[in-house]
């Protein structure tokens, strides 16, 4: 007999639907990145785990993949995009997440490979040769091999590089350029980069780099000055998640400055940068910054039905008003549900917010209540920020509240 598959029950992340207003301000952008060439933006969404910041960046890469198709076939893009607008452009929409990596020099190749499997005939010859160069002094892989047995151009134009790299300054360049010249039928354009003086000097600075930390230094440079190539026919879209990762770093070069102005290219012409992490991440109020909080009924509704498993409209309704869709709220009444053993909603206990934060509360032990106290009266803080705070109000060491507040941020948002 065939055993019967259980029906798959989706995430919770899987749930929420909408987001209209935050999608709607990443479309504005990206209307932006259409109408001014050589645009470079920036927009950031925050909010506590498991709100849904992964789905939106995903969902937004989705609907940028989608907008090539609706151009092909001339539909109206506005329902998606929420703006009546017809975008005319290519875009190429990266999805990276932090947490797979925070090395620079990996983040860069995982954006690089992406490009390649879109625009494969898009080269990178400064950057290739310099990642190249890398992986032998470290002996490292971290740039999967890109040639492509339908490109022999791309293939060749390695070849280039890979002989180039063999030998020191400019002068060998120029060697190997004169000795391919004579031995390969090279497409007119390769010949052309391979003689650009620009890209010789660059190459030339490549050839003399002698350590791994002065190339790691100089990778990010490499990559901005290939991508600012004037025969890019695309606007790229990098969509950066799980950005709080930096900031759980000890080492406190990882504030907003450096991470966001020096470690990712900010400065590439033609891009938009979507942000998303567990707290706010640029100090400018300028930037178009959102925080994801409360769900939708919506959302909530099909949260406690497809999640939790409570089919009782009634009662679907009733947790939704008495939480307003605060996640943590909604877990703490289906929790309260459950052990009054799924009562109807007649007699389902009546609880406001004052009383769920009293039950969230008593359940949190001395350190966690302390921490909180705090936080309540604080809009928006990073880690080191709160640290040094929480020293100056309390007189004691943050050692030793650390494991505490960790639990703390990761379990609610404070209002």
């Known amino acids: 007999m065939a055993r019967k598959e259980l029906p798959s029950i989706k995430k919770a992340s899987d749930l929420f639907t909408d987001r209209e207003e935050p999608r709607f301000a990443f479309w504005q952008k990206m209307k932006e990145l259409e109408e001014n060439p050589g645009y ?3 927009i950031a969404y925050y909010g506590e785990g498991g709100i849904g910041k992964s789905w939106l960046l995903n969902q937004l890469k989705r609907e940028v993949d989608s ?3 609706y151009q092909k076939k001339e539909k109206d893009f506005s329902e998606i995009s929420h703006l009546n607008y017809p975008f005319r452009g290519s875009y190429l929409p990266v999805y990276y997440d932090l947490e797979s990596s925070t090395d620079i020099v990996e983040i860069l190749c995982s954006i690089r490979a992406s490009i390649f499997q879109s625009y494969p005939n898009f080269r990178f010859p400064v950057f290739d040769t310099a990642i190249r160069k890398y992986e032998d002094l470290t002996g490292k892989i971290v740039l999967p091999d890109l040639k492509d047995s339908e490109n022999k151009n791309l293939s060749l134009f390695e070849k280039v590089f890979d002989m180039a790299s063999a030998f020191p300054g400019i002068g060998s360049v120029n060697a190997v350029y004169k000795n391919l010249k004579e031995s390969y039928e090279i497409a007119a354009d390769v010949l052309s980069r391979i003689k650009d003086i620009q ?3 660059q190459l030339r600075h490549v050839s003399s780099m002698e350590t791994v930390e002065d ?4 990778i990010p440079d490499y990559f901005v000055a290939d991508l600012s190539d004037d025969n ?8 950066i998640d799980t950005f709080e990762i930096f900031y759980h770093s000890t080492d406190q070069k990882y504030n907003d ?5 020096e470690y990712l290219p900010v400065n590439c012409e033609n891009v ?8 706010r991440i640029f100090e400018d109020e300028h930037i178009s910054q959102h925080l994801i909080g409360d769900l939708s009924r919506e959302d909530s509704c099909l949260y406690l039905k497809e999640k939790q498993g409570i089919k009782d409209e009634k009662v679907v309704e009733k947790i939704y008003e008495i939480t307003g869709g605060t996640p943590i709220f909604l877990d703490i009444c289906v929790s309260n549900y459950r052990n009054e053993n799924y009562p109807s909603a007649e007699e389902f206990k009546v609880l406001d917010k004052k009383e769920l ?4 509360m008593q359940y949190q032990g001395e350190n966690e209540q302390l921490l909180i106290r705090l936080m309540s009266s604080m809009m928006h803080w990073k880690d080191k920020d709160f640290k040094e705070l929480f020293e100056k109000v309390y007189e004691t060491s943050f050692a030793l509240y650390a494991e505490s507040y960790q639990r703390v941020v990761e379990s609610t948002m404070i209002e």
Request: glycine fraction near 6%.
């Open 215 to 218: 190339l790691r230094k100089a």
């Open 67 to 69: 907008l090539t198709e």
């Open 257 to 261: 400055e450096y991470v966001l102005k």
């Open 357 to 360: 934060v009293r039950r969230y």
């Open 40 to 42: 470079s933006g920036r």
């Open 199 to 201: 890209v010789r000097e």
């Open 232 to 239: 890019r026919d695309f606007s790229l879209v990098l969509l």
């Open 272 to 279: 938009l940068f979507v942000y998303a992490g567990r707290y």
